[in-house]
């Protein structure tokens, strides 16, 4: 699989797996360890997930399997990226510190990889910098970033003490949804900061799309896998479907290799154009 320069030039794998909607459910927890298991035995080595999936229960489940696997030998700790992300009512100087602490006593390790600000909420920004440059000093996270800022929010963090640090903006981008062409992924290429695309399988609805599947057909594939190949055609986006099912997870690894020629990106833009004017930013 490719890789995308992130967090201070380290090499991440473009594909990870998501977790929201993990850990809401105890009855499924046996079946979500099991697939994140899986997951790392076929190769994912980047798990996104945050405080709010299940109110800490995706991390647990995370966790759980991460150690598991670390004691199978599937894995070794340094080569998996955990990505979490803390609630913005958390994203206080002191907030983030103890919203960390939390995180990483259920995830069961001493460092997250990426902790993200899930979305922009009302406590100056500032003071969340200085939470997340705090803990990258006490080594609690290897780097920090956003998730859900739109252009505005970008050149207003970018201005602040110690913005240039920020890692990524992990939005929504797919084939459905392509504002972000417009200007805020030029902006973050220009800046040499990568995207972390969020539901490129549109919560699945790409999946099952039926245009989308003819024109994967007669590459040998899914049209998740075109989906997913389309997404990651950018050098520096990185992308995370959520996959429960093994037959899912093993398409979703294998799209991350696949090439698309100009005819094939002819023919979604044909499907979905690319933006001709500004948007609000999507978010789900
Ligand atoms: P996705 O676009 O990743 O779609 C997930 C759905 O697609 C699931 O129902 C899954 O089914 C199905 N699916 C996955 N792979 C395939 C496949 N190969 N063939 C057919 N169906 C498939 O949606 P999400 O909204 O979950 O987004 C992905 C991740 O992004 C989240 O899990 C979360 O980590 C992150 N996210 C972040 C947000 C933010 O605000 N920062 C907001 C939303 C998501 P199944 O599970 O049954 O395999």
């Known amino acids: 699989m490719h890789a995308v320069r992130c967090c201070g030039g380290e090499a991440w794998p473009a594909l990870g797996l998501g977790t929201w909607r993990f850990g809401e459910d105890p009855a499924q927890r046996g079946a979500e360890v099991a697939a994140l298991r899986a997951a790392f035995e076929m190769g994912f080595r980047l798990i996104d997930t945050a405080e709010m999936y299940g109110e800490g229960g ?155 599947a003819a024109l994967a057909a007669p590459l040998g594939l899914s049209a998740a896998q075109l989906a997913l190949a389309w997404v990651l055609r950018l050098p520096n986006v990185l992308a995370i479907p959520k996959a429960g099912r093994l037959p899912h997870l093993r398409d979703n690894l294998a799209a991350a290799d696949v090439q698309l020629d100009a005819g094939t990106l002819a023919a979604i833009d044909a499907l979905f154009a690319p933006p001709q004017r500004r948007q609000p930013l999507a978010m789900i």
């Open 58 to 212: 995706a991390e647990r489940v995370v966790g759980q399997a991460l150690a598991e696997s670390l004691r199978a030998g599937t894995v070794r700790r340094e080569e998996v990226r955990i990505v979490s992300k803390v609630y913005p009512h958390h994203a206080s100087a002191e907030g983030v510190r103890q919203a960390c602490a939390r995180s990483l006593e259920r995830l069961g390790i001493d460092r997250i990889d990426l902790y993200l600000l899930h979305w922009r909420g009302d406590i100056p920004l500032q003071q969340t910098l200085d939470g997340f440059e705090r803990l990258k000093a006490e080594g609690k996270i290897g780097a920090w970033g956003v998730s859900n800022f739109d252009l505005d929010d970008m050149q207003e963090l970018r201005g602040l003490d110690a913005g240039h640090n920020c890692a990524t903006n992990q939005v929504y981008y797919a084939a459905s949804s392509r504002g972000v062409e417009f200007d805020l992924l030029p902006w973050m290429q220009r800046h040499a900061m990568p995207l972390m695309a969020y539901s490129p399988l549109d919560e699945g609805k790409l999946a099952r799309h039926a245009k989308l």
